[in-house]
């Protein structure tokens, strides 16, 4: 099974940026879809980008124009940098593959991200 490491996180003020990475235990290069996903206090865990190995990118509405998500498959990373963060962007993150679980990817601890107002 491959494990996912999630870094990157922590506080940070309305308005600030921060990057997180995905560290994948294993090749992510035959994964065509990867994404993060959020989850926040009381709620469903839930997808907010993904890549495709062709580069193709898909943004849940509201962080459309402020996250960008990549990947660099020679180094088995995914990374998602997060711009102009808002308190409702305060969750645990997440990285694994769109669906879940593809090639027994298994879900890490992920990093918690909280934006102050």
């Known amino acids: 099974q491959g494990q996912l490491v999630e870094s990157g996180g922590g506080l940070v003020q309305v308005g600030g940026s921060l990057r997180l990475s995905c560290a994948a235990s294993g090749s992510i290069f035959c994964i065509n879809a990867m994404g993060w996903y959020r989850q926040a206090p009381g709620k469903q865990r839930v997808l907010v980008a993904l890549?495709?190995?062709?580069?193709?990118?898909y943004y849940e509405r509201s962080v459309k124009g402020r996250f960008t998500i990549s990947r660099d498959n020679a180094k088995n990373m995914v990374y998602l940098q997060m711009n102009s963060l808002k308190p409702e962007d305060t969750a645990v993150y997440y990285c694994?593959?769109?669906?879940?679980?593809?090639?027994?990817?298994?879900w890490g601890q992920g990093t918690q991200v909280t934006v102050s107002s």
């Open positions: 890549i495709t190995n062709g580069d193709g990118t």
């Open positions: 694994n593959s769109n669906p879940p679980g593809v090639h027994g990817l298994t």
